[in-house]
């Protein structure tokens, strides 16, 4: 069964520091998605891929925060530098491009990311 | 903005017990719905989703959904817990062909 892979899947930086985590989602999925989930809380989105184009990256802190797909395939999310309240659990998660909208999202296993 | 309500952040149940996982969607058009479950440190797992197909949504491990518009509430149920169902669940809403909006979320302990 294919799955979305990611890595790292733990990272323990220190703040100012710089990271970056890897996303491989299912093949022929078009459709890529960074969420960050804080302990306790729902997954929130950071930014979504069509292909090689962003279509939402509103909530992605900019300043820090930055994330690319180049080739339409992979993604990596890269923040830099880290901040102690960057610690949490980020997921990646993919979807094909059928016209219904209702496709699923397929879930990685996650990077859980703590910053000292 | 479309959104999704989970009441009840902890629910426990013995092993054999009815599950009973409440969500309530905000939605001014037929929304799509997904439960989602998350084991620890792990990625989410989809259960089931809605496709305006059916009402009633059959989803993994014994698992189902009714939709019900009137109340605007998608409830996750099983029949019969496990001990192995004990995980954290999502539910979640979709606008189109965009990202999910998930609820905060509902740990489920099962007692033995």
């Known amino acids: 069964e294919a799955e979305v892979a990611q890595s790292p899947r733990y990272k323990i930086t220190e703040k100012s520091q710089a990271v970056a985590f890897w996303c491989d989602p299912i093949?022929?999925?078009?459709?890529l998605y960074w969420y960050r989930q804080i302990l306790g809380q729902g997954p929130e989105l950071l930014v979504q891929f069509q292909d090689e184009s962003v279509v939402d990256d509103s909530q992605l802190p900019k300043d820090r925060f930055s994330a690319e797909r180049l080739k339409g395939v992979d993604s990596t999310l890269k923040i830099q530098p880290a901040e102690l309240g960057d610690s949490a659990m980020y997921l990646c998660?993919?979807?094909?491009?059928?016209?219904?909208?209702?496709?699923?999202?397929?879930f990685g296993p996650g990077t859980r990311l703590t910053v000292l | 903005a479309q959104s999704v309500t989970q009441l009840g952040s902890h629910v426990s149940v013995s092993e054999g017990a009815l599950v009973l996982l409440r969500c309530n969607y905000s939605s001014s058009v037929p929304p799509y719905l997904f439960w989602y479950v998350q084991y620890p440190n792990q990625g989410l797992q989809l259960l089931l989703k809605y496709t305006s197909a059916a009402t009633l949504v059959k989803g993994i491990n014994g698992f189902e959904a009714e939709f019900k518009k009137s109340e605007t509430s998608f409830h996750l149920t099983k029949p019969s817990a496990h001990m192995s169902d004990a995980a954290e669940y999502f539910c979640a809403v979709r606008k189109e062909r965009r990202a999910l909006t998930f609820g905060s979320g509902t740990r489920l302990q099962v007692q033995p």
């Open positions: 093949s022929g999925h078009a459709t």
């Open positions: 998660a993919s979807s094909s491009s059928g016209t219904s909208g209702v496709e699923a999202q397929y």
